[in-house]
């Protein structure tokens, strides 16, 4: 009889399930509120998956571009997601992502300067004007730097290497606790905690080729559910279009889009300069489709329109996998990616010194002398936890959710850029509230044994049976399953021979055996990913078989183009009470008129009201 009792207990106001961007970002809002705030994650302090964002953090400074404004920035959000984001967070994001910027500046972010000394900002797909603040190709390990050095000095508790395994709740089912395994000793530890914040990040390694580290196992989308949370929007998982092709022991690291906004062009085996032809008809007014006007833009002509290779990212990764089915691609089964021809050896090294290594080291290529080989990557998702726009709540009292485990902010595709400045608003809203939240609450509620329990021994069964499926050849046929049936154009029948793999290997799953004692087991720690990563899959998959229409990063060959009707729902998931997964078709809330007028504004007439609403303020 397990008595849990032995099992060491730690209590915190506001615990945070993940140290990335959004989750340091919550801890130091948290914090700084007066509560005690602890932050678990299952890898080490500065070793996030953040620290793999390159590019930079998109924020309406306007340092670069004076003619830059929250509301362009909201505009060009909203149109990069298809107008299926939830309204209110893109506003939130955009509104607050320059103040946020400036306070990680006061923090001690070491960013790229202007000749005048403001933060530099850099092009990205999608985004209307100069709107990156970076650091070189390393702004995500700026950004982790910067937080976890300010969030220690204010006191956050820290616990390195202890995987989450569930959510405990309590008699009115409201968040009250969470079990976790230390990785080194395999021993179990009970947090119970007044609120949760999980920024566990997305689930990308559930595909073959992904630029995501391994870390990204859909662990908060996995206990989220488990807990009877609702998770929306997970067919839109999005392929960056630039992941290394060769060699194979790099296929997916992510060659990051600032090499696009510093002038990088894609060609095809033909020498051909091909995105010009893969440019949408609602993009041309404000794409550069011309020669001359590319270089213009090159030139740093700040009236030049954007290039082709910085459309949206599902428009630039399908338009590399068209070539490369047309026979165009390169040796490798890629696109070719050239900055040598645009920039001098001195300026990439300087401004790309991040790929510049990468290449160097792992693909023995000079990136200033020759272009590189680049293919679409599983890289990201928009959808995720169910969240309450401002307070970031789930449908789980007590349980929050921030960064890119949380949906709605991206709606059916992210731009690139937006996703740290997200970690930096989102993770301080999940803070704020979860925060008070916790104020609100009198004492901790009681964790309930049997809960407890229950997840020790789901734990310990994979250790403890004779026999069983192996844990890595499981993970193994789960990858190639989603990349050949659930990869970046899809179709019913192979959505359902996905599923139909999917459920095969959920009847593996519960025989799945890791072999060893206790202490540091990788395939312990592998089996237990596991769960979370079919559950993620399979949300995947289904969610996409639903939604018969192509939007986004969600592309249906069998049914092409956006559907208006689609445009008005949301696909909500959860866990249904026969222990299914249940999905239903949500209608969206009418969003607010002015922000309507906003996104569907011509360019032209929403500058002019700019200008106009700068002339009043003076």
Excluded at 479 to 500: D, F, P, Y
Aim: hydrophobic share 40%; aromatic share 8%; with cysteine.
């Amino acid at each position: 009889m397990l008595d849990i009792s032995e099992i060491k207990t730690i209590e915190h106001d506001v615990l945070i399930v993940g140290a990335g961007g959004a989750g340091l970002s919550a801890a130091i809002e948290a914090s700084s509120r007066g509560v005690s705030t602890g932050i678990v994650m299952k890898s080490m302090l500065g070793k996030a998956h953040t620290v793999m964002a390159e590019g930079g953090m998109a924020a309406a400074l306007g340092n670069v571009d004076a003619r830059d404004h929250w509301k362009i920035h909201f505009r060009d959000t909203m149109r990069g997601g298809k107008f299926l984001n939830v309204w209110r967070m893109a506003e939130l994001h955009a509104t607050i992502a320059p103040e946020r910027v400036k306070l990680l500046e006061e923090w001690g972010a070491v960013f790229d300067r202007t000749k005048k000394g403001l933060i530099n900002q850099r092009n990205f797909g999608g985004h209307r004007y100069p709107r990156l603040a970076h650091v070189g190709d390393r702004t995500g390990l700026e950004m982790i730097r910067t937080l976890q050095d300010h969030g220690i000095h204010q006191g956050i508790e820290t616990y390195m290497e202890c995987t989450a395994l569930d959510l405990l709740t309590d008699e009115n089912g409201a968040a009250c606790g969470i079990v976790c395994m230390w990785r080194e000793t395999g021993n179990f530890v009970i947090f119970r905690a007044k609120s949760i914040v999980f920024a566990t990040g997305g689930g990308g390694r559930a595909w073959e080729v992904t630029s995501n580290s391994w870390e990204y196992t859909g662990d908060g989308y996995g206990m989220a559910y488990e807990a009877g949370a609702d998770l929306m929007d997970l067919e839109f998982n999005q392929f960056h279009p630039t992941g290394m092709v060769w060699p194979l022991s790099v296929r997916g690291i992510l060659v990051t889009e600032s090499v696009r906004g510093e002038g990088g062009i894609l060609l095809n085996n033909e020498g051909t300069r091909f995105m010009f032809n893969y440019v949408p008809d609602r993009f041309r007014a404000e794409t550069a489709d011309t020669k001359e006007e590319a270089a213009r833009w090159l030139a740093g002509d700040p009236d030049a329109r954007r290039p082709p290779e910085l459309l949206t990212r599902d428009v630039v990764a399908r338009a590399i996998n068209e070539e490369v089915k047309a026979g165009r691609g390169s040796p490798h089964g890629g696109a070719f990616l050239n900055i040598a021809t645009q920039r001098s050896a001195e300026d990439i090294k300087r401004k790309l010194p991040s790929m510049y290594h990468q290449f160097k080291v792992l693909a023995e290529l000079d990136i200033t002398k020759e272009p590189m080989e680049v293919g679409p990557t599983c890289h990201y998702f928009m959808g995720g936890i169910k969240v309450d726009a401002d307070t970031t709540m789930s449908s789980v009292p007590g349980l929050f959710a921030c960064g890119e485990c949380a949906a709605g902010m991206h709606g059916a595709n992210r731009l690139g850029g937006n996703s740290l400045s997200d970690l930096l608003v989102f993770g301080y809203l999940s803070g704020k509230n979860a925060a008070v939240y916790a104020q609100n609450m009198s004492s901790y509620a009681e964790v309930d044994p049997d809960q407890v329990t229950n997840i020790i021994r789901n734990t310990t069964s994979i250790l403890n049976r004779e026999s069983g499926a192996n844990p890595y050849n499981l993970h193994a046929e789960l990858e190639s399953n989603m990349q050949a049936n659930v990869g970046i154009i899809r179709t019913k029948s192979e959505l359902e021979s996905g599923i139909a793999q999917i459920e095969a290997l959920k009847k593996e799953y519960e025989t799945v055996k890791a072999k060893g004692a206790s202490q540091f087991n990788p395939g312990w720690h592998e089996a237990l990913a596991l769960r979370n990563l079919l559950i993620t899959s399979e949300a995947v998959a289904r969610a996409a078989l639903l939604r018969e229409e192509s939007r986004g990063a969600h592309t249906r060959a069998d049914f092409p183009g956006e559907q208006k009707e689609w445009l008005q729902y949301n696909i909500v998931i959860n866990k249904g009470n026969n222990g299914k997964m249940a999905l239903k078709k949500v209608e969206r809330f009418n969003p607010d008129p002015e922000l309507v007028r906003i996104a569907e504004s011509s360019i032209e007439d929403l500058e002019k009201e700019i200008v106009d609403e700068r002339k009043g303020d003076v």
